[in-house]
Every structure is written in C-alpha cells, then in structure tokens.
C-alpha cells in the first residue's frame, strides 16, 4: 500500500495495483462530447444577443449575455460538490439536455422573463459542460498521451469559435430555427455520447471541495497561474471591437488562429520537464504583446493579437497540463472546476474590471494591466513537492 501526501493537507492511499486505465473509444467519447457541446455554445452565443435586442434593446443584449456567463460560473463553483454525489457521464449528460433542446423554446417565446430563464439554463448546462468535460479529459489520460490528449481537447473547445460565431449570426438573421434545431441536436448527440462513458472508473464518494482544493498549491496555482491569460482573452473581445472597430475582424480572426493553433500544437510537445518553463516563456510573450499593444499604432494589432492569442491558447494547455500531471483522481473534480471557473469568471473580470481601469486611466492602462499580471504567473508555478510513505 502506497500512501501519497498532497501539498493540499490530505491523503489519499493508492492499493498498488494499477487503476484501469482508460479505453481509445472513451478518449474519442470525451472529445465528440465536447466537440458537440462547444459547437452548441458558439453557434447562439452571438446570436442570443440578436435575439435579446428585439426584446428590448442594448441593454437586454448585454443582460443576456451576462446571465448566461453568470449561470455558468455559478455551475462551474458547484462542480465539485456534485462530482461527490453523481458520476461525470451523468452530469455530462444533463449538461447536453440543458444546453441543446431549450435552444427550440427561445422560438416560442415572446416575453423577457421566459428569454432569460431558457438562457439560464443553457448557461448551468455550459457550466457543467467546462468543468465535467475537462474532467474526464484529465481522467482520460495516460502519462504517455497526456499532453496529446490535452491538445486534442484543446482543438474541439476552441476550433468551433473561429468558424460557427459567424454562422450563428447570419442564421439569426433568416434561419434562426435552424439555428436552434442545430443546436438542439448538438446537444442531444452530447449527451448520447456522454452514456459512453459510464465505464470511467469514476465513482462518486469523498472527495476535496472547492474550498479545499483552493488551500492546495498544486491546484490552485496552475489556475491563479491562467487567470491573467483569461483577462487579456476578456479584454481582446470587448475592447478591440469598440476602441479599433476598423481593424477588429482582423485582429479577432488572428487571436482565434493563434489561441486554437498553440492549444493543439503545444500538446504535442509539453512534459512535465518543460511545462512550468514553457507556462513562463507563455507569460513573457504574453506580457511583450500586451505591453506593446497599449503603445503601438493600430497597423500593428493584427499581429500583437496573434500573439496575445497565441499565448492564452498555450497557457490553457500548460495549465490543464500542470493540474492533470499533479491531481489525483479524487481531486480531478475541484481542480476541473477551479480552472474552469478562471477561464470563465476570467473573461467576465477582464470585460467589466478593466472597462472601469480604461474608464478612469485611459485605453493604454488595460493592456498595461494584463501585462503586469503575466508577468506574476512565474510566481505562482513553483515545483510541485511530492513525498512518499
């Protein structure tokens, strides 16, 4: 019997004989689900806003949006607790039965009160997909195809963004229940392949807490570590619209290329030796670009948002990385939630927390910010220390 001390002052004891590993079909399972779940999300999420406008307005556009995002953060906080009562392939599938067939309803309904409840539940059902989904990623992988696997999701949560916003729009516009039938069966075929997975050697029971996993260093600082990444992505979308509107398809399109580029492509060549060095060469990039972002004439945004793009993409990747390569398996729920909740709630602070730092220093003081904030993540991604008994 082998007993391994956390940094996050409990224990877990391991029998020595080896857990059951993961198959091909449930790595393939995992991807499609997410694949189908995100692809749900980026069809409407610019399309939810159109929709809410004729409701009633900018303002009701923005509400939507921001109660879908509040709905989602409020879910992903709750993850772990209901990782200790129900199984992922569970809650996965109600994370599709959430998100695709309430989609039908927004067609049906004609008051605001109705709008937002669908656009609620969609949002806990997308709260459930990032934190549970990236879950049984972790819990899919083997020390061997950890970084490969880690890409592989990276490319199925971030390729839908650079091709289905667009789509969603012009279908809003004509088609709109096209939009939401599409939507509709992304979410059913979620939740189909979700039943897949019931063979995961992942049962509930005991298991840390958010709040405890937070005391623990080895989760908490890969996630800290990512936040400052999940600003400049918040930042990059609200800000470059509205301050460079000429140049902003550009530098979106080349921020989306270099975020889902890097996700792929890095997984395929990080360690554990290289990952905490690679994470700072990411942050020193990061910051670069940010700095020079806040200083530079608008001709050169397009490639600075390559490589601000480049470097949120890489740090999602080295981040899940670091939290699968030091977690165990009782601790992949709360370390899931944690860092999906500073993607998610990251974006949310990056959008408002820097409108009122532009609003009361100035546009330059939101790049300077972010770069300020990479340039801690070297502070928090310390060696992790690991001792046996």
Excluded: K
Excluded at 26 to 34: E, F, G
Excluded at 64 to 74: E, G, I, K, L, S
Excluded at 190 to 212: C, K, N, T, V
Excluded at 261 to 286: D, K, P
């Amino acid at each position: 019997m082998t007993t391994r001390v956390m940094p996050g002052r409990w224990r877990e004891s391991l029998s020595a004989v080896p857990s059951q590993q993961p198959t091909d079909a449930q790595r393939v399972a995992v991807l499609v689900v997410n694949a189908l779940g995100f692809a749900g999300f980026y069809l409407l999420l610019p399309a939810v806003p159109v929709l809410a406008e004729r409701h009633g307005g900018t303002v009701v556009a923005g509400a939507a949006t921001a109660t879908f995002m509040a709905a989602t953060v409020a879910t992903q906080l709750l993850t772990a607790e209901l990782l200790r009562r129900w199984r992922m392939s569970t809650l996965l599938v109600v994370a599709g039965l959430a998100m695709g067939p309430p989609t039908l309803l927004y067609d049906a309904t004609s008051g605001v009160a109705g709008f937002f409840t669908i656009t609620a539940v969609r949002g806990c059902g997308f709260g459930l997909l990032t934190a549970v989904g990236s879950a049984a990623v972790m819990a899919c992988t083997t020390p061997e195809s950890r970084g490969r696997q880690i890409g592989a999701y990276g490319l199925v949560a971030s390729l839908p963004a650079v091709v289905l916003p667009a789509a969603g729009v012009r279908l809003v516009d004509g088609h709109q229940l096209v939009a939401f039938v599409v939507c509709a069966l992304c979410g059913l075929a979620a939740s189909a392949f979700a039943l897949r997975l019931r063979a995961l050697p992942d049962e509930p029971g005991r298991r840390p807490g958010l709040i405890r996993a937070m005391l623990a260093d080895h989760i908490r600082n890969p996630s800290l570590a990512f936040l400052p990444f999940t600003l400049a992505y918040g930042a990059v979308f609200t800000f470059v619209p509205l301050w460079h509107r000429d140049e902003s398809s550009a530098v979106l399109l080349t921020f989306a290329i270099g975020f889902t580029g890097c996700r792929v492509l890095l997984g395929r060549h990080v360690t554990e030796a290289n990952a905490r060095l690679a994470l700072t060469a990411t942050a020193a990039v990061g910051g670069a670009a940010s700095l020079a972002a806040a200083y530079a004439s608008t001709g050169w945004l397009i490639p600075l948002g390559f490589l601000i793009g480049s470097s949120v993409g890489s740090a999602a990747t080295l981040t899940l990385f670091l939290l699968t390569a030091s977690t165990s398996d009782a601790e992949r729920g709360a370390s899931a939630a944690l860092w999906s909740v500073a993607f998610d709630g990251g974006i949310g602070l990056g959008a408002l927390g820097l409108a009122i730092v532009a609003d009361v220093f100035g546009h330059a003081s939101v790049y300077v910010v972010v770069a300020a904030c990479m340039g801690a993540v070297v502070l928090l991604t310390a060696p992790r220390r690991e001792s046996h008994a």
